[in-house]
């Protein structure tokens, strides 16, 4: 199975992962210089490259492609015994302290793909999300993530809760981000150790067992008079918190 991408920076960022690209449908009078460098790039691999009008592209994708399309063998999710068995591995005591990002009820694939483009960047050790009420890794987030999802390993998983007390019952405390009474500053908590951090629904932010579950909840305080944050820069500003304070 095949999933469609598009734009210069995700197809740049798919090539550079092994038999990933399958083939590349490439606007054939384009004057983009980052579109020529691609060109040739293609010319040298073995990734089969049509050339085509912009309107057979625009049939195959409707969203603003930037003159570039791609099918790529479908990401493959790990699932939740996956997770199980990982977490194994994570936890030695010869291993750097494990750096995870649960994903609960993001419901935008450009939300998704932002969170993820920040997962990455942090270099975080996994990323877990639900099956349900949540973003599939759509095209649209392909996009948004520009090649992070090719690098990073993704869980999808049936019950969260049920994989957050995995991830605690392996010795990783869970913060989940929530603005209430009893929330404590991030910038006053510690978070050097085995972390994983949970972000909640763009409206109705973590689900009450899920809230629970967490073993501590943090907050970004907020000056201004609107307190809340687009979830995907919550996620980086608690991701690279965390990545402070370890170094």
């Not at 606007?27 to 040298?44: F, G, M, S, T």
């Not at 009008?53 to 399309?69: F, I, P, T, Y």
């Not at 972000?199 to 967490?214: A, D, F, I, P, T």
């Not at 305080?221 to 500003?237: D, H, K, R, W, Y």
Request: charged share 25%.
């Amino acid at each position: 199975m095949t999933d469609i991408i598009f734009g210069i920076h995700a197809i740049e960022n798919a090539l550079k992962v092994s038999d990933q690209v399958q083939c590349v449908w490439l606007q054939k009078d384009a004057q983009n210089k980052r579109l020529l460098r691609l060109h040739k790039v293609l010319e040298k691999s073995q990734v089969e490259l049509r050339r085509v009008s912009l309107k057979e592209l625009d049939k195959l994708c409707d969203a603003r492609h930037q003159g570039v399309v791609a099918s790529i063998k479908k990401v493959h999710l790990k699932s939740e015994n996956d997770l199980k068995k990982k977490l194994k591995t994570w936890t030695g005591e010869d291993r750097d302290a494990p750096l995870i990002l649960i994903l609960d009820c993001i419901e935008d694939p450009r939300n998704l793909g932002a969170c993820l483009r920040s997962a990455d960047a942090a270099g975080v050790t996994a990323v877990v999300f639900s099956k349900d009420k949540s973003a599939s890794i759509t095209s649209i987030a392909h996009k948004t993530a520009a090649g992070a999802v090719e690098h990073l390993e993704i869980f999808q998983v049936t019950n969260l809760v049920r994989a957050i007390d995995a991830i605690k019952a392996a010795g990783i405390w869970v913060y989940g981000t929530s603005l209430e009474v009893g929330s404590q500053n991030i910038y006053e908590t510690e978070l050097k150790g085995a972390v994983a951090v949970v972000v909640g629904n763009e409206g109705k932010g973590l689900r009450h067992l899920v809230k629970q579950s967490c073993d501590h909840l943090i907050h970004i305080p907020m000056a201004g008079e609107v307190q809340s944050l687009n979830v995907s820069v919550a996620t980086g500003i608690a991701l690279f918190e965390v990545i402070r304070q370890r170094n």
